[in-house]
């Protein structure tokens, strides 16, 4: 899969140069035209609009990071994303269904954060809310 996914981002680096395009407007057009994949329970404490509503907020964030790093799959896992919860702790909810992480591949190409230049597979992010009907704010992530 890292293999795969490796690929991808070296055709994307690729066209844009042969085509003499930016990274950005290549990335952004990947971004939201992305199927993210989602597997939960049918008792999941997540509606489909908490899902796709936190899906946004994670996809906004790599639209801004201009150049450095292209997101290359995003996907929430129910059972995944309860084990990763399970150890985090926040003090602005108690409320399971008021907090969430998704998960993604990307790619870096220069200065994002503290990551180093190279592909990241099955990384967190972590979302929170205040009540079910807001929107979602990313407090943390960047773990595998």
Request: charged share 30%.
């Amino acid at each position: 899969m890292k293999k795969k996914i490796l690929i991808i981002a070296i055709v994307l680096l690729l066209l844009g140069s042969v085509f003499s395009l930016t990274i950005k407007p290549v990335r952004n057009k990947f971004i939201d035209s992305m199927i993210p994949q989602i597997t939960k329970t049918e008792n999941c404490y997540y509606t489909d609009e908490d899902i796709e509503s936190a899906i946004e907020c994670v996809k906004e964030r790599y639209k801004e990071q201009d150049k450095r790093v292209i997101l290359l799959r995003l996907y929430f896992d129910e059972e995944q994303s309860r084990k990763k919860l399970n150890s985090y702790h926040l003090a602005e909810t108690n409320k399971k269904e008021n907090l969430i992480s998704l998960f993604c591949d990307f790619y870096v190409l220069e200065g994002f954060g503290g990551y180093s230049t190279g592909l990241y597979t099955g990384w967190s992010e972590i979302l929170v809310r205040e009540e079910g009907s807001m929107e979602w704010e990313r407090v943390d992530g960047g773990y595998a």
